[in-house]
Structures are given as structure tokens and as C-alpha cells.
């Protein structure tokens, strides 16, 4: 299933693909097929209806396009869903159709489907992740001597090495990642609870059939059915949110630095319809356009989560909408700036000259912090500000009568190297790769 | 294209369609072609050309799963759109190949398809939002002598007319709708500026151009394109979201006053699929999902608003698909929240039944302002907290020597009477219908 | 009552007084006592009364920390509030005691206080604003032949001239500020309705009675009460939003072209702490914070739209504080960018200078079009790219012989210059500030 | 610093507190004070100018709104701040006065500040949450036996306890809090990294500084300084959000059940202003208008995440006020919600007649399975949804032919019954309160 047109700047093919209806439909399915393997496997019901189930389900041919129109009668896909398996498996087998879903609501086929879908999708993002983060460790490897400009509100700042911006890139990502991958393990349980989160249904056999299911299905199983608690989700997807605002805090970091009249560092980027030779951070600004949208969406999945006793009419019917957005703007920001970090180019040389034509202005911290061992704090700052005024720093300095009495000649001459004033970025720079 | 099953709870199958791929590409092309049209009119361009890329618009055929997933690379589905576009005219004529898109940006023609949308939704809305008020104002007119319950913090409080809560639903509906009505149609202009929003391809003659393009697309010419002002879509947007806010107070109250235990109203709903005989507020469920995620989405694009210079890099690429889902959203709600006030039950019997079961306590205020004529406030009201405490209303006050002594015996007999205390009740309902 | 530290980039001194305690307060006896003035004018209670509830409320010697701490008792101000007027009105008038707050409820008086502060916002915004767009305005006239590089994406685009810039800052101001204003006008209307919003504690005379009050208020009367229905004040927070992303989008436009690697435009800006000489885009910066959280805030208002049948548990609890937020952040956004503008500096020269620094790649689409003529667009597109990839567009140009032969040798001489490129930008100008 | 009236309902006196003017400049001097110690200890600057610096801190008489008056120039409150405790030291010894905020910068002292205040909401917090839990999980325990009935999308379903309520209660906000304390210690971590991070102005003691003064101020020490890194506290607010949206999960369950109709639970609950003997859920609106708000809160903190390099010019500048905010809205809800649970009281007999008058309804399913064993599920519906359109479902089935056959009498005869159809609810109660 393709991305729609009206999407393309918010998933991609991979992401849209696991919440295609195949996918959805097929996850949907495996839980209902599921259910009847571990009932048959307890006895509840015979093993030829979970065959004729299981068979029914593989053999493909549902109407999804009815089952979503349907869907809003109940407000609930299951409905439609179950009705369509029923009738497949009455073709086969007219007795074993009464133990389709047998005993199962619906909240269990959809959230545990979900559940499926976001176990796919954490070993996609975590591919993604991996080859960013790999990079993203080369590059600050790399430069690690390269020195540039800091930039505090948009303004030049003492300098830093690219190879520590990198190193902090590295490490706000891995952090990110991070929570994505632990909240997702969380929140990848069965659901399961039947009409009311008892089991009922079953007697005394709920728990014996749940752990039977979970192992089916490979997922863990929580304390108890989960219907109107979606903390764990919420969790989930907040930790995306978290996560694609540090993936646009890189690609804004980049695509401030791509500005030509900067110049330090290039996407591949895209092609302008209008200017034949124009190159634009095309994918920062697929990872921005994500994070302009993320954060609302959490919001959206917060706002649902007040969901009345024991099953919500309103703030779960929103849910499954929410989630796939959000993974899928979440997991194609990462593979978009995981492209975009792998082509980047970085231009050393136009670092050093932006550093350059401060005219040591970025070094004024430094100058009157020298002068302030003997003339006091306001003072050193008004001579520092005064020369600036003028000249640049080191010749300024030179020429002042009490700068050149207090400070020594190398000093003076050392005043606006880089590299003598770095501090500790080489430290924090391997300390954020884990390496100290 | 039908509804995905991801989505089938947020959108429907009406809403869903205006933004399929077939939609948004025809959109796309009626800019394009309108624009070559327009061009040949001003003989800026062949007529032949005109003829042959309006030709190969309308000839079908375009591959959109390749422009969506080609559009990531340059951030823009129009670079691949004018690709397809060409390559087509050139089948039939390679030298009016080069006029497609002349002169134009790629948000030209991405704006101003939103726009041709916008202007669809805006007729499909209208019709749902005309039903349900229509039916909201024969509820309210039937109903004007029906008594209930007024509910305040989900607590019983003096009676009201089921008129004139259906009138307040019904006007708040229509001032939502107002709302959304007008800043579509401020919204709803053309967006065709160039590579700078200066249109200087075209030399002097750009506002000519303009202003024979919008004729072409019947859409009004703005005071100057508005790339990186997004206001008019934010304020249209925005009102979507007050107006779902409405919906959905309506649904609350619908979903509320159908609990059993209180059993007023109740919708055709949903059945359920774990208990066959269960009625659901499946409709209600849907108009609050989807007020569960619109207000967060009215965010989302906000949280775009601050575009950089004369093109975001971000903001902007996150829009389509928010405007999207707002749209169909709200769209989806009300249609919904038309079908189920069509099929809405209104049981007056046990809304005078749940009345009387609160034993006159709900006309305390009435009580105690009786008797706070002669005994001041405080007493008064200590009086009927007593007598609450005890008994029904109007017996305890009979019973009561205070009570009995100060009030006249038809003021006794009378307090627990609905009809004696509607107050402006239908005063406010006809104001409300726009009756007074 | 003094900003706080917490908050002091988030409001200023003048729109935090406007919701201090003193304010607020003094909104709400504005409320009972002219609820008590409307009562005696039409003779249900003593005018004595009123004068001792008027006298009470003006005496002063509230204790406000106790109102707000009793408050979330019963989730309402208004019950300590009536408590202590109440017992103020004792100390002078036993007798008048019971007539304070007489046949309101506790939601009268905190919607219309609120509404009545909002009033005085109004005109405070109003001022600044109208600051803002004089300077705008005049802005745009001075520098209208002054010309500066588009720049879309971040990248370069053909020129335009900060006039234009200037004039679409106005136009989009003006637009944010007369929705807002719009809004404003709708939503201050009286908050009336008693108990159940049927004004049923007076009998026949509610309507009377609430157009006496509105009249004493100078507020207008709406066509009922608005208990449960808040999309008034829902549009108004909205446009709020929505003029807050304009401001915005401005104050993101300077702070880049404030950075000095541009350096085309500067506010007066702020110190740094560590660093002496150096200019921080402070007022924009305050201005981008507030844009950082008002969408957000507008969607809680958003969120609590869907209130619970006659009067909400939770949804309206809310609002106080989130009106409160978005109108501090609103006002103080739009004094702070007046300031900013106020202050602005303009470096023409250095604007020409970037834009030559582009070497003449922004006019490739001029040149390619030029060429086009003869040569299709593709071939056209060819040469320009080449001649760009070696040198300067117009000497480029010039020793390529395809375009030698092709264009006249005015068209190389002009190729790059932005007087002969710029389109309508002038009439697109005048016709922002209204002027066509 | 008492609550503002204006925010009555979104913080209380202790979390309010919490960021009193006090409180935050406490926080900030404390920095400033240690990291003069710090200095001081490693012989950076002399000992006699910390006890300076640190007598003048506590010297008091700071003017604070000056400094929040003057923050808005520099868009950094610790402008003014450095300036009036530099002035402080003057008066006292005017060598020392050069060493205040000796190499560090505006965003060290404003976000460790913060960090020193979010240490102390922990422990605020975690009083009221064990206070919380541990009055839920003896609520489980007294009501393992309570049946009640189980309501999904606001309609009676088959049976439950109210201990498996009150231990999913429990459970859900035992989760919640767990994250929101997991990532406060995450995130209570030393900000310093001077005015670029690099620590330059400390040469190579940077990093034996910043130990030395997380030692002081018994804060962890992050691997390096995360000025524009946001991910930490972002992590916690989200936290906050999810905590929080299962406290008014609970509050929405109590005030529904509150509902007179309804009647199993009730809340000591708050006085009405026009109503004398109301009851109204204040405890339960005050904790979902929390909830109202801080979903859109998190995302305000979110939009702000894309900092622009080193640091940011608007969103991190919007962050105290909005952590704030958050960190006052779940203090003060889970304050609240434990006040309502620990005067929470329970209707058990109102639970046991509510599920009596659905006259064996909600045992639909359970009737229809036991038939189903024979009949088929379609068929087995079919007489069960027979049996309820006519009479009470036991009853029923004891006069319906087919059932009187295939059911036994004791199943018959049992088939209401509320313990026998409980599954494994107190199974999943024990797992719940983590006892199995």
C-alpha cells in the first residue's frame, strides 16, 4: 500500500507499509487465530475449529474496505472483522464458526494488533537508529580537532570542535533511542481480558488461556488486561516525541549551518522547482516537519487517557490513529536524518574562516577573564569592549597601553587561537560517546 | 480510495476520498493546466502549449506512488508532479514540454490544490452541519415542554427544558459552523507568487497573470502570496477545532444522559462484541474521538506558524497532512453527530421520572429563597438542608412548623413543581433558535 | 503584584497586573455588586442592600490567600468569595447579608470577571499593536527600494525588497490582531444564568434582570447563558494562537538575519552574561518563547471544550489559568515585538552585499528562462548550471557562446541586477499596507 | 508567596510555593554560592571571596522584581541577578566582588536552579503518591468481595469487584509514578559548561570544577553540559503527563460513579454556591482540569526542543514557566486525588442493586455461551437477546423452552450471579497490587 500524496512529507513507504490494511488486517488476524490455538491446546474448544480458524484467516480475501465503513457503526473494527472471519470459516466448516473470537472483546484484537505492529516497528527504527548513530560516532571521531564556531541564540560564541557537536548529537540520539526502545518493551504486552477485563468467560481457566496466548503470540503478559489504563502506551509514544525532538534539534543544528552565507556544513539535500542549481536541506526539513507535528500528537494520546471505568467511549477510539502518526513520523525522521547525517559534508575550512572573521571577538570572555586577575571584572570588560569597538582582539590588545602591561606577549598573541581555548570539549566530547 | 483500517474510527469514507491520491492529483494538475491556460491567454506561452499540457493532465495515468516516494528527496512532491507532467507532454509534443509550470514555485501549486480541497470540503461540511441543525432545532421544538434534570458537575440541579438544551446544542453548533464557514472562505484564495512570492519570471505582468489564473480556478486573488503566512489556513484550522469542541460537548451529553442508570436519550449505537444485546454510543464515541485529537492537531499546525524568511524549512512540509486530518476529522464528526441526532430517542417519561427521584432536593435554591424573604439567608437554607436530610421536599416543608407558618400552602404544594421553575427557559430557547 | 522570577520571560509586568489578585478580584465584586444594583433597580432587593454590598466590596481588606486556598475545596472562588463579602456586609448591615450573590451561581461571576478582564486586555494589546504596525508600515516605506535576497528554505532566492518583507509583516500582524480583536468583541458578552442557566431564582424576571446587569456591566447580553458552551472564549484563545504565530514568524525572520554571518538586519537586543560585547536577539527570542507554548495552551482550552451536560467537572476548572497564560503570553509578545521593531536597524548595504556575494546563482532562474526561449528548459537549465558550477552567472554568461549568441548584451549586462528583477514585488507592497 | 486567585484550580500553596520568588532565587544563589566554594576550594579564586559571595547571597533583600523586570532586556534573568549580587559583595568587599559567576553563563545557574527545584518536588510528590496508593490498595483489600458492575463506553457490563478496580487504580498510578520519579533522577543532574560548554574560561580545570561543584551542591554530574539539550526534562514532564492522565483516569471513574443514578461512590466533595444541600466531585474536576491542561503543557515543553546550536533563542527560554506549570498541576493532582480517596466512600449495596435492576443483562454473554456449547453462537444469541426484549433474564430462561432444556437448573438458577461470573478479577487484583 503507497504512501498517499497528502502524507508523503509525514511517513514513508517502510513506515506506511506497517500500518497498511495488510498489515493491520493480518495482525488483527493472528490474534484471532491465536485465541483459538490456545484454546484448543486447553481444551476449550475442539482442535479442528482452531484449524478451520487458522485456515480461515491465512486464506486471505477479506473486505477491508467494508470492514473500515462497517466500523463506525459499532465504533469498533472488530465487529466487522469477526462477522467477515465467522462467514469465511462457515464456508470450511459451519460447526467451528460459533468459536471464532470465542469469549474475546474487541479492545483484545486491537490492542493486541497494535501491539504486533509496534514489535515491527521497533526493529525498523532500531535499524535506522543504529546506522545514525554509527555516523554520527565516525564524524565526531573524525573532527575532533576541527575547530568552529559555538553558537549561542544565533549568535558566535567561544569555540567548540565539530567533532564535540557530533559527540553531543551522538548521545542526545542514543539517549532518545534509548527510551523509545525501553518504553516500547513495556508497552509490547498481550492484551487480553474478554468483556469486562475478568475473563469470565473462562471460569477459572482466564489466566491459564492468557499465558497460553501470550505464548502464541510471543508477548509478554502483563498483570492484568489493560483496557482503560493506556499508560504504557502513552509512555511509548511520548518517548517518540522526546526522541524526534532531538532528531530536530540536529537537523535545525544543520540546517542553520547549511545557510551559504555559514556554509560549515551540507546536506545532499533537494532540487528546487523554481532555481536549477539551488540545493536545500530538504531532509532536515522532513525531520523538522515531524517534530512540528509529534508533539501535538502526544498530546493528542495524553488527552484520551481519562477513559471512563472500564472502557472509554471516545479517548480509545482515538488511539490507534494517533500511534501509527506518530510512529510513522517518528520512524521516518530517523531514517531521513539517518540519510542525511550519512551524506553530510562538513567544510573545516569555512569553519575555521567563520571563526576568523569574529576578529576575536568570541575570545572577549577569555581576554577579560586575563585582565580581571588584576583590574577586577568591570573593569577588564571595559577595556575588552573598547578595543572591540575598534580593531580586532589581538591587535587591539597589542595597541593598549594597559592590556599590553598586564597581559604577557604570548598571551596576546594566543589570544584568539581556538585550539588554546577549548577547555574541556575533548573530555565531554568522549565522555558523551561513552569512551571515559 | 478506501478508508485505511488504521484510521476508520478518525476518518470516513466521504472525507477520506477528497484527500485519495486521484483528488489531490487532480488538484495539483488543474493548477498546472490553469496556469498554462492563463499564460496562453496573456500570450505569454503557445496556445498549443496550453492545449497540450491541460491535454496530458487530464490524460490519467500518473504514477503517484513513485511522486510520493521521490517527493522525500527534495522535500517537495511538485519536483517529481512537474517530472511526470513533462515527460508526458513530450510524448505529444516535446516542444511545449518546456512550459509546464512556468514560472511558478512548487508551493504554488501545493497551497492552491489545498485550497480547490478546502473548497470541496467546505460544501461536503455544509450539508452534514445543515442536517444536524435542522434537526436539532425539531427536537428543540418538540421538546419545548419536556422537563429534565439540568446537570452540573454531573450533579442534579434545577430543571430545564430538553428544548432548550437542544437549542443551546443547536446554536453552538451553528456559531462553530459560522466560524469554520467564514475563515474557510477567507482561507480559500490563490497562492501563486514564484520563486520569492514576487513573480518576476513574469516581468511587469505578474499580477495580470494572477488575476487571470484565479479567474481561471474561480478562486479569489489575495493581497499578495502568502508562502510563509499561514494564518488564514491557521484561523480555518482553529475554527475546526472550536467547532469539533461543540460536537463534541454535544456527544458528551448525548453519551452521559444514555448511561442506563439514567436512561434519557439514547442513540441508535453500536453493538457490542462481547454482549449481544448491548447498545453502545458508538456515534458519541466518535465525535469524542475525534475531539480527543483535533485540539492537538490545531496545535500542530500552529506550532509551524513561525516559517523562516520567504519559505519554512519544516513548518510549512508538516501542513498537508495536519490540514488533512483536521479536515477529516471534523468532517467525519459531523456527519456523525447528524446521523446519530436523526436517530436520537428522547425519553421524556424517565426524565420526569429521574426529576422526581431526587425528592425535590433540586428545588432547595427555590425553597430557601422563599423562605429567605422572611428568615434571612442562612436560616433558610439551614432549614431545607434539614428537611433534605429527612425527607422529600415538599413533605418535610408541610411537615416543617417554621416552613408551614411562612409559606403559603400553594408555595408548599407547588415547590417540587418543574413547570413552576423554568425561570427564561424558553425565553433563552427561542433566542437561542434565533426566534426572538 | 510583581511578575515572578518563574515566569518572567513568559509575561510582563503590565499583562501579569492585569490578572493579579487585585484585578481579579476586583472583577468579581464588580459582579455582585452590580448584580445587587440591577436587583435594587428593578425592586427585588432593598436598595439598601445594594449600597452595603457595593459599600462592602469596595472597602477593601479582602483576604485573598484564604479564597484561593478554600477555593479547591468546592473547585469554585466563588463560594469563599460570597463567604467573605457576605461577612463584610455583616459587620455593617446584617440584614442586607442575605442578598449578596442573590440567585447567582458560583460560574456568573468567574465568566464575567474573566470577560471583564479580558475587555481591559483588549485595549492594552490594541496599543501595542497599533504601535507595532505604525512602525511596520513605516518601515516598509522607507526601505521599499531596498533590495535583499528572498531566502526560501534557508537557502537564497531571487530578490525581493525589505519593503515587501516589511509590508507582509504588517498585513499579517494586522490580520492576527483584527482576528483576535474580532473574537474579543464576540466573547465579551455577560456570563448569567443562575443555578441551571434558566434564571429560574427569579421567576419571569431573569430576563429583566440580566439585561440590567449587562447594562450595569456596559457588557452586551448574549441570547442565553454560555455555562457548558465556551467556544467564544475557545475562537478568542484561537485567534490568539494564531496572531502569536505571526509574531512569531517575524521575530524569527530578524533573529536569522540578525545572525552575523547575515547581518542584514538587528534588534537592540540583549547582553550575554559570560560574553561582553556580544548582541543577543533577546526581544525575539521572548517573542519565539511565547510562540513555543501558546498553541500548546490553546489546545487545553481546546481540550476541555466537550463539557459535561449544564456545567463541567474538570474542562471549565480549567480555563482561568489558560486564558490567563495565552493572554499574558499574547500581550507581552506583542509589546515585546513592537520594541523590537521599534529599535530595528536596517543595513541596506550589507543586504546588496549578500545578495552579490550569491555571484548571480539566484538569477539562474531569470537566465534559464531567458535561454529557455530558444532552447527549451532543460537545455536552458544545462547551461546555466555549468556556467554557475565555474564562475559568476553574468561573466559566465558572457564567455559562453550559446548564451552569447542567444541573449542580447543588455540581458547579460542586467542579468544580476535586482532592480530589473523584482517582479510586483512594489505592487504586491502596496497592496499589504492597503494601499491599491 | 500565596496561591494567585487566578490559578486557584491548576496549583496548591505547597507546589505553588515551591516557585515562589523566594524559592527560585534560593535556588539560583545557592549556585552562586557554590560554585564560588567550589572555586574557592580548588584555588581558583580566594577563599575569602566566596565567604563573600556566600555571605551576600544569604544576606537577603534582593529585589526581585527588579530582576524580573530587567530579565525580559536580556531575555535571562540571571543578568539583573549577577549584577545585584555583584552589588551586594561591593558593599562588603569590593575585591570579591569580581569573582561572582566567575566563568559561567545564564543558562548554568537557570537550569541547575531548576534541577535544585525539581529535587525538592520529588519528595513533595512522593509524600502524596504513598499516601495515594497506600489508602487504594486497602481500598482493594476491604472490597475484594464488593461486586459491582463493570461499565464499558458507559454501559453496564458483566461484573467485576471494586477491589479489582481499586488495585488497577493502584496499579496504574504505582506505574506513573515510577516513571515520573525514574526520570526526575534522570534528569537531576548539574548544568555548567561556561558560555559555549567547553568550560574554556577554567582551562583544563573545567571538569574538576564542575565535580567539585556537583559535589557542593550534591547534584549528579551528566556527562557533559546539556545547555541545548532538552531530552532530560522533557523525559520527565512527559512523565508527569502520563502520571497525570491516570489520576483523573481515576478522578473521571469517581465522578461518573458519583453520579446520584449512579450512587457507589462519592467523594466528600464540595459545596455548591446556589445549591445548599449539592454535593458536587470539586476534589475529582480539580484533578481532571489538571489533566485538561498538562497534556497540551508536555507538548509546549516538546515544541521547544529543535534548540538552534549551542543555545537557543526562544524555546529554551520558554521552558521554566512551562516546567513549572506542569510540575504545579500533577503536584497538586496527586495532592488532591489523595484527599479524595482518603474520604472516598463506598455504596456496596448501591453496587449490588445497580447490577440487580439490569436484570441479568450484562450476563448476556456468559447465557449465551452455555447455549452456545449446543446451539451455535448465532443461535444461542438469538434467544438470549429474545429473553432480555421481554423479561429479566433468569426468569426468562427458565420459561424459554430451548434453554429450559439444554441448561441445567443450577445454571439457570445461578446464571445472575454476580461471584460466580467474576473470572480471574481476583487474580488479577493480587497481580495487580503486585501480591502474586
Redesign the interface.
Known amino acids: 500500500?503507497?504512501?498517499?500524496?497528502?502524507?508523503?512529507?509525514?511517513t514513508?513507504?517502510e513506515f506506511s507499509d506497517l500500518?497498511?490494511?495488510e498489515s493491520?488486517?493480518d495482525a488483527m488476524l493472528r490474534f484471532e487465530a491465536g485465541l483459538a490455538w490456545a484454546q484448543a491446546r486447553l481444551g476449550m474448544i475442539p482442535a479442528r475449529a482452531a484449524e478451520a480458524i487458522a485456515e480461515a484467516a491465512a486464506r486471505g480475501g477479506f473486505d477491508?474496505?467494508a470492514?473500515?465503513?462497517e466500523?463506525?457503526?459499532?465504533?469498533?473494527?472488530?465487529?466487522p472483522l469477526?462477522k467477515q472471519l465467522t462467514a469465511r470459516v462457515e464456508q470450511t466448516d459451519r460447526?467451528s464458526?460459533?468459536?471464532v473470537?470465542?469469549?474475546?472483546?474487541?479492545q483484545d484484537v486491537i490492542d493486541t494488533a497494535l501491539v504486533l505492529l509496534l514489535r515491527r516497528a521497533r526493529g525498523m527504527m532500531a535499524a535506522h537508529h543504529d546506522r545514525l548513530v554509527s555516523r554520527l560516532r565516525q564524524l565526531s571521531d573524525e573532527h575532533r580537532g576541527t575547530v568552529m564556531l559555538?553558537?549561542?541564540?544565533?549568535?558566535?560564541?567561544?569555540?567548540?570542535t565539530f567533532g564535540?557537536k557530533a559527540?553531543?548529537w551522538f548521545?542526545?540520539c542514543n539517549?532518545?533511542w534509548g527510551?523509545v526502545a525501553g518504553r516500547l518493551d513495556e508497552a509490547i504486552v498481550l492484551q487480553f481480558g474478554?468483556?469486562?477485563?475478568?475473563?469470565?468467560?473462562?471460569?477459572?481457566a482466564?489466566?491459564a488461556l492468557?499465558s497460553q496466548l501470550a505464548a502464541q503470540l510471543e508477548l509478554p503478559l502483563p498483570?492484568?488486561?489493560w483496557?482503560?489504563?493506556?499508560?504504557?502506551l502513552?509512555?511509548m509514544v511520548?518517548?517518540c516525541?522526546?526522541?524526534?525532538?532531538?532528531l530536530?534539534?540536529v537537523?535545525?543544528?544543520i540546517?542553520?549551518?547549511?545557510?551559504?552565507?555559514?556554509g560549515e556544513l551540507s546536506e545532499k539535500g533537494?532540487?528546487?522547482?523554481?532555481?536549477?542549481?539551488?540545493?536545500?536541506?530538504?531532509?532536515?526539513?522532513?525531520?523538522?516537519?515531524?517534530?512540528?507535528?509529534?508533539?501535538?500528537?502526544?498530546?493528542?494520546?495524553?488527552?484520551?487517557?481519562?477513559?471512563?471505568?472500564?472502557?472509554?467511549?471516545?479517548?480509545?477510539?482515538?488511539e490507534?490513529?494517533?500511534v501509527?502518526?506518530i510512529v510513522q513520523a517518528t520512524g521516518s525522521a530517523v531514517s531521513?536524518l539517518s540519510q542525511v547525517i550519512s551524506g553530510l559534508s562538513v567544510d573545516a575550512a569555512r569553519m575555521r574562516s567563520?571563526l576568523e572573521?569574529?576578529r576575536g571577538?568570541?575570545f572577549?570572555?577569555?581576554a577579560?577573564?586575563l585582565l580581571?586577575r588584576k583590574l577586577?571584572?568591570?573593569r577588564?570588560?571595559a577595556i575588552?569592549?573598547e578595543v572591540?569597538?575598534e580593531s580586532d582582539l589581538r591587535e587591539g590588545l597589542a595597541a593598549n597601553a594597559d592590556a599590553a602591561e598586564l597581559l604577557m606577549p604570548e598571551e596576546i598573541a594566543n589570544i584568539d587561537s581556538a585550539e588554546d581555548?577549548?577547555?574541556?570539549?575533548e573530555?565531554?566530547?568522549r565522555?558523551?560517546l561513552?569512551e571515559d
Open positions: 500500500m503507497a504512501v498517499r500524496l497528502i502524507e508523503c512529507l509525514t514513508d513507504a500500518f497498511s490494511d493491520v488486517l477491508t474496505a470492514m473500515a465503513r466500523a463506525r457503526d459499532s465504533a469498533t473494527v472488530v465487529i469477526v460447526e464458526a460459533g468459536f473470537h470465542f469469549g474475546a472483546t474487541s559555538a553558537r549561542t541564540m544565533l549568535q558566535p560564541a567561544p569555540p567548540i564535540y559527540a553531543a548521545a542526545g539517549r532518545g527510551r474478554g468483556a469486562s477485563g475478568t475473563l469470565a468467560a473462562y471460569g477459572d482466564g489466566l492468557a498483570a492484568a488486561p483496557h482503560a489504563y493506556r499508560d504504557g502513552a509512555a511520548a518517548a516525541g522526546v526522541y524526534t525532538g532531538t530536530a534539534k537537523a535545525r543544528d540546517s542553520l549551518l547549511m545557510q551559504p552565507e555559514i533537494g532540487d528546487s522547482s523554481a532555481m536549477p542549481n539551488k540545493r536545500n536541506p530538504a531532509g532536515c526539513a522532513l525531520v523538522l516537519a515531524a517534530a512540528t507535528r509529534v508533539p501535538a500528537l502526544v498530546a493528542a494520546f495524553l488527552n484520551g487517557m481519562a477513559q471512563e471505568n472500564e472502557r472509554a467511549a471516545g479517548g480509545w477510539q482515538a490507534w490513529a494517533t501509527s502518526q531521513t567563520n572573521a569574529t571577538s568570541v572577549a570572555e577569555k577579560s577573564m580581571a577586577g571584572r568591570s577588564a570588560q575588552v569592549a572591540l569597538a581555548y577549548l577547555g574541556s570539549a573530555t565531554f566530547r565522555r558523551l561513552g
